[in-house]
């Protein structure tokens, strides 16, 4: 917790990372726990002009709690091929090309 003269005790959430768009456009990307969120600026603008941020958040991948890789047999089961193939498709979904429309990475 920190604290200021002329303000309550905060507590950090999450780390927010400005990122630039294809297009150029500026936003902020992190992670809140087991959500991903993301920081966009609307096209609205409040009533003095000044601009508006929308927060998003969508359920993130869980990372893996070892670090160390399990002893893997020589020759894996049929089950174990199904579990690294549904694992391996799981990435290329996660990891897909951005689409040239700008889309922001969620």
Known sequence: MTTTSNRAPSVMLCRLYQK????????FA?????AKVV?????????????????????????????????RP??????DDAHQD????ARRDYQRPIAPDDAIPF
Do not use: C, F, M
């Not at 600026?41 to 399990?70: F, H, M, V, Y």
């Not at 020589?74 to 089950?79: M, V």
């Not at 549904?86 to 498709?89: E, I, K, P, S, V």
């Open 30 to 34: 992190g992670r809140l726990g087991a």
């Open 39 to 71: 920081l966009l600026r609307s096209k609205d603008t409040g009533d003095d002009g000044s601009p508006i941020w929308n927060l998003l958040a969508s359920e993130a991948p869980q990372k893996r709690q070892d670090t160390q890789e399990p002893a």
């Open 74 to 79: 020589s020759h894996p089961a049929p089950a």
């Open 86 to 89: 549904a694992r391996q498709a």
């Open 20 to 27: 630039k768009s294809e297009k150029g456009n500026v936003y």
